[in-house]
C-alpha cells in the first residue's frame, strides 16, 4: 500500500517508550549545553572575553585616532563625562602628549591578549611536556623534573623577569619570552599529579596490553583526559601573564613607549593621579574586566567539564 501524499521521507514517530527514554535520559551535547546555560560564570566571562576579543581584532576600524599620533595643542583633554576641557573628537579625553586615549585603550587590549595567549603557549608546552613525563615514566624520569621544578619555584618571577629585561633590553619580544619560559611551574605539577593518577587506570592497561606504543598512549589515551584540567590550567597562567606584564610595564621593565600597552599607561599617568585620575582609571579597569573575565571563563570551564557523565 503506498504512503499518503506528504509523508514520503519523514522519520517514523517514536514510540512512548523512546521518547521517556530520551527526557530521562538526555544526550551528552544536551548535558552539556545545559551546564553551560545555567553556568552564569561561564556564560558572563565567555561574551567579555569575546568582546575584548573582537574590540582587539577589529581596532583599526574602531579606534577613532592613530594611538601613536601625539598633538601638544591637545594634551590632557577630559573624558566626555567631564564638562571642563572636553573635546567631543576624544570621548574618553587625551594623554601628556594629547595622544588619543580611547584609541590606545583599544590598540592596548591587543598588547594585553598577544602577551598572555602567547606566553600562555609557552609555558603550558613545557609545562605539559615535563609533567606528563614525570608522572608517566616516574623514577628518575620523576626525580629529575622535581628537581627542575623546584629550581624554578626557588627563582622568583618577577625579579628575573627584570634582570632579564635589563641584560637582553625591554621589547615586546622579551617580556613574551621571559613570562613564556618562567610561568610553567603550575602547568608541570598539575600535569604530573594527573598523569599519575591516569597511568594506573584500565583503559591504559588495556592499550598497554595491546602492544601499543609509549607516545600512542601518551597522546591518545592519557592526554585527552586531562585535557580540562590543562585548559582551566591555561586560563589562570593567563591571567597571571596579562597581570605580570602590567606591572612589569608600570615599573618600567616591560613594553616600552610609545606602544599602548594598559600597564605602560599606569605608568604615564601617575603624576597625573590627583589632577587627572581618569587617566590611571581607564586602563586599571580595562586590566580588572580582562583578569576578571578570564578568571570566570576558567572557573566556570572547570565546572562544566567536571563529572561529564553525569
Given at each position: 500500500m503506498s504512503q499518503p501524499a506528504g509523508t514520503a521521507g519523514r522519520l517514523p514517530p517514536l514510540s512512548a517508550s523512546e521518547i521517556?527514554?530520551?527526557?530521562?535520559?538526555?544526550?551528552?551535547?544536551?548535558?552539556?549545553?545545559?551546564?553551560?546555560?545555567?553556568?552564569?560564570?561561564?556564560?558572563?566571562?565567555?561574551?567579555?572575553?569575546?568582546?575584548?576579543?573582537?574590540?582587539?581584532l577589529a581596532a583599526p576600524l574602531l579606534a577613532p585616532h592613530d594611538p601613536y599620533e601625539q598633538?601638544?595643542?591637545?594634551?590632557?583633554?577630559?573624558?566626555?563625562?567631564?564638562?571642563?576641557?572636553?573635546?567631543?573628537?576624544?570621548?574618553?579625553?587625551?594623554?601628556?602628549?594629547?595622544?588619543?586615549?580611547?584609541?590606545?585603550?583599544?590598540?592596548?587590549?591587543?598588547?594585553?591578549?598577544?602577551?598572555?595567549?602567547?606566553?600562555?603557549?609557552?609555558?603550558?608546552?613545557?609545562?605539559?611536556?615535563?609533567?606528563?613525563?614525570?608522572?608517566?615514566?616516574?623514577?628518575?624520569?620523576?626525580?629529575?623534573?622535581?628537581?627542575?621544578?623546584?629550581?624554578?619555584?626557588?627563582?622568583?618571577?618577577?625579579?628575573?623577569?627584570?634582570?632579564?629585561?635589563?641584560?637582553?633590553?625591554?621589547?615586546?619580544?622579551?617580556?613574551?619570552?621571559?613570562?613564556?619560559?618562567?610561568?610553567?611551574?603550575?602547568?608541570?605539577?598539575?600535569?604530573?599529579?594527573?598523569?599519575?593518577?591516569?597511568r594506573d587506570l584500565d583503559y591504559v592497561n588495556a592499550a598497554r596490553a595491546l602492544g601499543c606504543s609509549t607516545p600512542y598512549i601518551i597522546v591518545r589515551e592519557i592526554f585527552p583526559n586531562v585535557l580540562s584540567s590543562l585548559t582551566v590550567i591555561a586560563t589562570v597562567e593567563m591571567?597571571?601573564?596579562?597581570?605580570?606584564?602590567?606591572a612589569l610595564s608600570f615599573l618600567g621593565f616591560g613594553v616600552q613607549a610609545p606602544t599602548p600597552s594598559w600597564g605602560l599607561m599606569l605608568n604615564e599617568a601617575r603624576e597625573y593621579m590627583f589632577f587627572s585620575p581618569w587617566l590611571l582609571a581607564l586602563p586599571g579597569a580595562c586590566l580588572f574586566v580582562l583578569v576578571l573575565a578570564i578568571n570566570l571563563f576558567g572557573d566556570g570551564l572547570r565546572d562544566v567539564t567536571r563529572d561529564q557523565g553525569r
Open positions: 521517556l527514554d530520551e527526557v530521562l535520559e538526555p544526550s551528552p551535547f544536551v548535558k552539556l549545553r545545559r551546564r553551560i546555560f545555567r553556568n552564569y560564570s561561564f556564560l558572563i566571562g565567555t561574551v567579555i572575553i569575546l568582546a575584548i576579543l573582537g574590540v582587539a598633538d601638544l595643542s591637545a594634551r590632557l583633554h577630559n573624558p566626555f563625562w567631564h564638562e571642563k576641557k572636553f573635546d567631543e573628537e576624544h570621548l574618553l579625553g587625551t594623554d601628556k602628549v594629547g595622544r588619543d586615549y580611547l584609541s590606545r585603550l583599544i590598540y592596548g587590549s591587543q598588547v594585553s591578549l598577544l602577551i598572555g595567549f602567547t606566553s600562555m603557549l609557552i609555558s603550558g608546552f613545557i609545562g605539559t611536556a615535563l609533567g606528563v613525563s614525570a608522572g608517566y615514566f616516574g623514577g628518575r624520569v620523576d626525580m629529575v623534573v622535581n628537581f627542575i621544578i623546584n629550581t624554578r619555584l626557588a627563582m622568583p618571577v618577577f625579579l628575573v623577569a627584570m634582570s632579564a629585561v635589563v641584560v637582553f633590553g625591554a621589547s615586546l619580544t622579551v617580556v613574551i619570552l621571559v613570562l613564556g619560559l618562567f610561568l610553567w611551574d603550575r602547568f608541570a605539577v598539575v600535569m604530573r599529579s594527573i598523569t599519575m593518577q591516569a591571567a597571571n601573564a596579562i597581570l605580570l606584564e602590567a
